[in-house]
């Protein structure tokens, strides 16, 4: 795949500058092909003030260490979600990115298990 060092205008067009920078691969900017990173797809649309949304693809890494403020990938008493890992003292909380949606405080007794840190998202603009 090509890496063009100029960037494209989001607004009116400018006079671009075709410069190839150099061929790059997806894998080696998401680093899908490592041992430790899987994909998994998201499903609803509690994360969308984060840019994810239902149906989107997301790299984990499951090497990273989750720390307050990434988005993980977890599982409370077995079910699995995806929310941005916070605290609230010491208080374990997994919050939504969509104010429709409670925080999910992690009490005593809860089994938390984070199977990893969301690194990027993916998705397809192409309709039909």
């Known amino acids: 795949m090509r890496l063009y060092s100029s960037k494209v205008s989001a607004g009116f067009p400018s006079p671009a500058q075709d410069h190839l920078e150099r061929e790059i691969s997806l894998d080696e900017i998401l680093q899908i092909r490592a041992p430790h990173t899987y994909l998994v797809r998201a499903g609803g649309d509690s994360m969308i003030r984060a840019g994810i949304h239902d149906g989107d693809l997301m790299v984990v890494d499951r090497s990273r ?24 003292g010491s208080q374990v909380v997994l919050r939504a990115e969509n104010p429709r949606y409670a925080p999910r405080y992690i009490l005593e007794g809860d089994e938390l298990l984070v199977w990893g840190v969301v690194r990027y998202s993916v998705r397809c603009h192409e309709h039909g």
Do not use: M
């Open 65 to 88: 260490e989750a720390e307050p403020g990434d988005i993980v990938i977890a599982a409370v008493n077995g079910e699995p979600t995806v929310k941005r890992l916070a605290k609230d």
